[in-house]
C-alpha cells in the first residue's frame, strides 16, 4: 500500500514538472520567436548560365531581428531555399501546365556557439562556418550564391525559367517538438514565388546570363506534365550539396 501511495505522489511530480516545461517553451516561444511585424521582406533572383548548368544565387531582403533574438536565447534558426526549373510547353499541351525538370531544396542552420558566442550557419552535410559580426551573419545565412542546376549540352535555356522561394523559420524545433509547428503555424516566414525568366547564349561574351527578373510570380495553378520514366521531377543536391549562403566554402 504504501509503495503504490508514493508511486502515484511520484507520477503527479512527474507530470507537474512536464506542464511546467511546456507552459515554459510555449511563454519561450512567445516571446523570441515572433516576428516583428516591421521586418521588410523581399526576394531577389539572378542567374549566370554555363555550358553544363545555371548557377543561381537568391538574396532575402530581411532584417532579422527575430532570427539574432531567438539565436542570443540559444536556439536554433534554420533557412530553405527553394529553386524550381520549368520548360515552358506550348500548343494544347499547355493547358497540363509547364513542365517542372528539378526542384532543390538547400536549407541552412543557424546557433550561436555558446563559448564563442559565434555565429554559426552549418549546411546540410553537416560543414559549418563561423562568423562574429552579427551584420556579416545575417548577410551570409539569409543569401544563397552561386548555386548549381545541371543542364544538358544545348539545352535551348532561353525556353526555360526559375521558380524561388525563401522558408524562413526563426526557430528550428527538434524533431520531438515538431508538433508545435500544427500549434504555432505563423511562425514560418514564406515568401511569395519569384519568377526569372532565362535568356539564350550571349555570343559577344561567350557567357549566358538571365534576363532582368520579373515581378513575384504565382506558383502554377495546374500540376507540372511528368517527365519521360527515365527521368526524375526532382532532381538530387549536388554531391555534397555544401553551396554556402553567400558564395563562400
Same mark, same amino acid.
Given at each position: 500500500m504504501h509503495s503504490r501511495l508514493c508511486s502515484r505522489t511520484s507520477s503527479r511530480r512527474n507530470s507537474r514538472r512536464a506542464l511546467h516545461r511546456s507552459v515554459l517553451l510555449f511563454a519561450l516561444?512567445?516571446?523570441?520567436?515572433a516576428p516583428a511585424p516591421a521586418d521588410?521582406?523581399?526576394?531577389?533572383?539572378?542567374?549566370?548560365?554555363?555550358?553544363?548548368?545555371?548557377?543561381?544565387?537568391?538574396?532575402?531582403?530581411?532584417?532579422?531581428?527575430?532570427?539574432?533574438?531567438?539565436?542570443?536565447?540559444?536556439?536554433?534558426? %534554420? $533557412?530553405?531555399?527553394?529553386?524550381? &526549373?520549368? #520548360?515552358?510547353l506550348r500548343g494544347?499541351? =499547355? /493547358?497540363?501546365g509547364d513542365r517542372l525538370l528539378a526542384e532543390y531544396h538547400p536549407s541552412f542552420v543557424a546557433y550561436r556557439d555558446p563559448f564563442t558566442r559565434e555565429y554559426v550557419i552549418e549546411s546540410a552535410v553537416g560543414t559549418r562556418r563561423r562568423l562574429a559580426s552579427e551584420a556579416e551573419f545575417?548577410?551570409?545565412?539569409?543569401?544563397?550564391?552561386?548555386?548549381?542546376?545541371?543542364?544538358?549540352?544545348?539545352? %535551348? $535555356?532561353?525556353?526555360?525559367?526559375? &521558380?524561388? #522561394?525563401?522558408?524562413?523559420?526563426?526557430? =528550428? /524545433?527538434?524533431?520531438?517538438?515538431?508538433?508545435?509547428?500544427?500549434v504555432r503555424p505563423g511562425e514560418a516566414i514564406v515568401t511569395p514565388w519569384t519568377r526569372f525568366e532565362l535568356e539564350a547564349l550571349d555570343t559577344s561574351s561567350g557567357a549566358r546570363t538571365g534576363a532582368a527578373p520579373g515581378a513575384d510570380a504565382a506558383e502554377p495553378?495546374?500540376?507540372p506534365a511528368p517527365l519521360d520514366p527515365s527521368q526524375s521531377p526532382t532532381a538530387p543536391d549536388p554531391p555534397g550539396g555544401a553551396v554556402w549562403p553567400g558564395g563562400a566554402a
Open positions: 516561444l512567445g516571446v523570441v520567436t521588410s521582406q523581399s526576394l531577389t533572383v539572378d542567374a549566370r548560365v554555363g555550358p553544363r548548368s545555371v548557377s543561381v544565387a537568391v538574396g532575402f531582403q530581411y532584417e532579422g531581428d527575430s532570427v539574432l533574438a531567438a539565436l542570443d536565447a540559444g536556439m536554433r534558426s %534554420e $533557412i530553405t531555399f527553394v529553386i524550381r &526549373l520549368y #520548360q515552358p494544347l499541351a =499547355r /493547358l497540363l545575417l548577410e551570409d545565412f539569409l543569401t544563397l550564391a552561386a548555386f548549381p542546376i545541371p543542364i544538358d549540352p544545348g539545352t %535551348e $535555356i532561353d525556353r526555360y525559367y526559375l &521558380l524561388c #522561394q525563401v522558408q524562413l523559420r526563426p526557430v =528550428r /524545433l527538434v524533431p520531438a517538438l515538431d508538433f508545435l509547428g500544427a495553378s495546374s500540376k
